[in-house]
């Protein structure tokens, strides 16, 4: 679905089905250098379930017009903009890695908005090393490469997504260059200096009204589970423990879906 | 900055796609010889039709054991997924299909396994896609063949009969600008040899009977993606970027960015067709590609001795094998195949259609049958077998020589090898008598 957001084209992908004006909505939010296609399972499964579905492409990604946002605050503020585009007064954001950033500070700026937070894959802080940092500004490909081994903890994850015979490190490493050259700039670089100066998750937490559950891989060496272990306290969230990398939804999508489902039920 | 990366090669060959069986701790990959697959309640059942979740259903669409193999053909070519097919054959009309239709156009490589050109050339005009041939080298053939109404560029890694190498980048190239992806027929080459996604081409297909096998047991093909052609992008082609009424009015460029090719080939293609891999040839080739590392750089090490012997032969007129300065493709051989250009090759020996027999008859470890990649060597004489109806006029046109002999080297004892070889050369000049 096509929506006009702050003034530029914005993409959501709806599950499967035609968008309708009301009923309950969940909001899926990408993670650096992703799309909505890492949703695709868990997006249909609630579009089929009674929910309305809006798995965005962010402001410069895939099919949503840039330029990119600056930051995890104009990206939560971004969502707020885009319930409004789609006349949704309330949804559940469940977001990935920096994603699962930009659902939590949506959350805090318009708690009212927010009928539930799933992070998934998430830390906080999430810093990125200034060494990668640098690899990612100065050799994007490299970067990629790096990032999409440390995002998978293991060479047969099944049963695979978005199914059978599909090699997930192949998949995600052709989505994350298919992104980034499309990107005007280096959107690599970007997303990941957007998560590293994201400062405000603390008290971003402290303000949020909703339930709050997080989804955390035991392998995740890109978000460590131990990495949420404030944010978990102060969200007072529910944790799930998945055995999976980063890559949660592609490495274990019926146990992420499982783990989504105790946070928001069909 | 060092860091790390995915497993090489080598271990992708053994592990790619393939852990402990977490049901019975079995190391190796199970063999599952099951049509379906139980569903765990109805709404589980809706899920997995419906592609909520991801899981098997039936073995015609998907099975375990041929999920291992696809996943890891797909590792190995540096891809994103790959479908198991039937045959080679099988692998070639599902790329078609799944991306071509009635009034639709292909440009390909003259230099084709006959199979290959049989589909383009008689079979599919009946269903109304025509084909463009062009001789490989010939970039601006390419180019200039390309309609509004072209789909795909087809062409093979080391072509049929003279070993012509492809030039896949510039080929890519042309294609790209055009919108239009590029397929590559890796079957002589493997991923050990090129990996033709590295080289700029969209899809890969092989007839995985040969030296993915390796056995000469079982006949299967395979298909796979990089999930780099932007299918929306390109505006050619609606069956990937419209409703598929076929499928829940699915957008497949929207539900998955990179995969959309291999959504519709598997959601249309196997369903429809139903050209599968049976999930028992899948385990037998998962066998032979756990050593395709090792086995190619035999095949090629045989090859290169086997060639050396046979080019300085008194009875060898040419040896058409691109690692030597005589073949026309040398240069790029070098360039694009630098592991070296696989052991199918073909020589023309001097003398009679009488004397070819001969050779072919008098060879011992060599078998006279019609297939290549296999772990023992094999021959065949074309103009007394597979083109035995032609002239030597038209013979001489489709590249054939009355002396033309195609070896497909094994990994016997290279020595072995040789003096057969030696021998049937002996007895061939002998019948010139």
């Known amino acids: 679905m096509k929506l006009d957001v702050q003034g530029r084209g914005a993409y959501a992908y709806t599950g499967g089905k035609t968008w309708r004006e009301d009923g309950p909505c969940v909001v899926f939010i990408h993670g650096a250098l992703n799309d909505h296609s890492v949703w695709t399972l868990l997006a249909r499964w609630y579009a089929h379930h009674g929910y309305r579905v809006l798995a965005v492409d962010q402001p410069g990604h895939g099919r949503s017009e840039g330029p ?198 069909a | ?142 180019r200039a063949a390309i309609r509004p109404d072209t789909r795909l560029l087809l062409g093979e890694s080391l ?52 030296f993915l096998s390796g056995h000469g047991t079982v006949v299967g093909g395979v298909l796979a993606d990089s999930g780099r052609f932007d299918w929306e992008r390109s505006g050619r082609f609606p069956e990937l970027s419209e409703p598929y009424a076929g499928f829940h009015d699915m957008v497949f460029t929207e539900e998955s960015t990179v995969g959309a090719f291999l959504l519709r080939a598997r959601r249309e293609g196997l369903r429809d067709f139903g050209a599968c891999m049976s999930p028992h040839t899948a385990w037998l080739i998962l066998q032979g590609l756990e050593t395709l590392p090792l086995r190619m750089e035999r095949h090629v090490a045989n090859a290169r001795k086997v060639v050396a012997f046979l080019a300085s032969h008194p009875m060898v007129a040419q040896v058409g094998y691109p690692e030597l300065e005589s073949h026309p493709d040398h240069a790029l051989a070098q360039s694009l195949l630098p592991r070296g250009c696989g052991s199918v090759f073909s020589f023309d020996l001097r003398g009679s259609r009488a004397q070819g027999v001969a050779f072919i008859e008098a060879l011992q470890l060599f078998s006279h049958l019609a297939n290549v990649g296999d772990c023992r060597s094999l021959v065949i004489h074309p103009a007394s077998t597979t083109h035995f109806r032609m002239d030597d006029a038209a013979l001489a046109a489709a590249g054939i020589g009355p002396g033309t002999i195609r070896l497909s080297i094994g990994l016997e004892d290279p020595d072995d090898l040789i003096a057969d070889l030696k021998a049937a050369l002996k007895t061939a000049e002998r019948a010139a008598a």
């Open chain 1, 68 to 265: 990119p946002l600056a930051s995890v605050e104009a990206l939560a503020d971004w969502v707020l903009a885009l319930l409004d585009a789609a006349n949704v007064p309330s949804a559940h954001l469940v977001g990935h890695s920096m994603g699962s950033l930009i659902a939590l500070e949506a959350a805090a700026r318009a708690p009212e908005r927010a009928a539930g937070l799933v992070m998934v894959g998430t830390a906080y802080p999430m810093k990125v090393s200034d060494a990668l940092l640098a690899t990612a500004r100065d050799d994007p490909d490299r970067a990629i490469a790096m990032v999409n081994a440390f995002s998978h903890s293991s060479l047969a994850s099944k049963p695979s997504y978005p199914g059978p015979g599909a090699w997930l490190r192949g998949g995600s490493s052709a989505l994350m260059h298919r992104i980034q050259n499309d990107a005007a700039g280096n959107l690599f670089e970007h997303d990941f200096r957007v998560c590293d100066a994201y400062a405000g998750g603390i008290e971003a937490a402290g303000r949020i009204t909703c339930s709050a559950h997080l989804i955390v891989g035991t392998r995740d060496v890109m978000t460590p589970a131990k990495a949420t272990k404030e944010l978990a306290t102060v969200l007072h969230a529910t944790v799930s423990r998945i055995v999976s990398g980063h890559a949660l939804m592609q490495e274990a999508p019926d146990a992420v879906l499982n783990a989504v489902r105790t946070a928001i039920p």
């Open chain 2, 1 to 142: 900055m060092p860091g790390p990366s995915d497993p090489a090669f080598d271990t992708l060959a053994l592990h790619a796609g393939a852990a402990p069986d977490p049901a019975t701790g079995a190391r190796a990959t199970p063999l599952h010889l099951t049509t379906s697959f139980v569903f765990e309640s109805s709404e589980h059942a809706a899920s997995l039709f419906n592609m909520e979740r991801a899981g098997h259903v039936y073995s015609r669409i998907s099975n375990p054991t041929t999920a291992v193999f696809e996943e890891r053909v797909a590792a190995l070519e540096g891809g994103i997924g790959a479908i198991a097919t039937a045959s080679g054959q099988a692998a070639l009309h599902l790329a078609i299909a799944t991306i071509a239709g009635a009034g639709s156009h292909i440009v390909a490589s003259t230099a084709l396994y006959g199979g290959s050109h049989n589909l383009l050339a008689y079979t599919l005009p009946r269903f109304g896609i025509e084909t463009t041939f062009v001789k490989p080298r010939d970039i601006d053939a390419w």
């Open chain 2, 159 to 210: 072509g049929n009969p003279g070993l012509d190498v492809l030039d896949i980048p510039r080929i890519a190239q042309v294609a790209h600008d055009a919108g239009v992806p590029l397929l590559v027929d890796a079957t002589f080459t493997t991923p050990w040899l090129q990996q033709p996604f590295k080289l700029g081409a969209d899809l890969v297909f092989h007839s995985a009977t040969k």
